[in-house]
């Protein structure tokens, strides 16, 4: 089980950190990944974190996002820093292989809100 939290509401500029927290079983040897989901849009890749730290992150994110992880309380984290008006989404985490693609995920958190204001 994935629980995701830490969204809110934000100004454009500002930050935020959002956490996953795993429970259940241990997701150590899994991929974890945030996607996300504005409203009227299809979900998005955003970005995913490999077993041993190796990160991969979405073009519209690189240089503003940070992914981490720390296995000792098995969570993930995206640290968002210069969020923009279009950052606006609900962001969901997950676990599954490394990659993109939605279909490589199979477990799935409930997702937490970021809005972000002009």
């Known amino acids: 089980q994935l629980q995701a939290s830490g969204g809110g509401l934000v100004q454009a500029g500002g930050s935020l950190r959002l956490s996953c927290q795993a429970s259940g079983r241990t997701y150590n040897n899994l991929a974890l990944a945030w996607f996300r989901q504005a409203t009227g849009k299809e979900r998005e890749f955003v970005a995913v974190i490999g077993q041993f730290g190796h990160a991969t992150y979405a073009e519209s994110v690189r240089g503003r996002f940070t992914i981490s992880r720390d296995t000792t309380k098995n969570t993930v984290y995206l640290q968002m820093n210069s969020l923009k008006v279009e950052d606006t989404a609900v962001y969901y985490c997950?676990?599954?292989?490394?990659?993109?693609?939605?279909?490589?995920?199979?477990?799935w958190g409930q997702g937490t809100l970021v809005t972000v204001s002009s």
């Open positions: 997950a676990a599954g292989r490394y990659g993109s693609s939605g279909d490589k995920f199979d477990s």
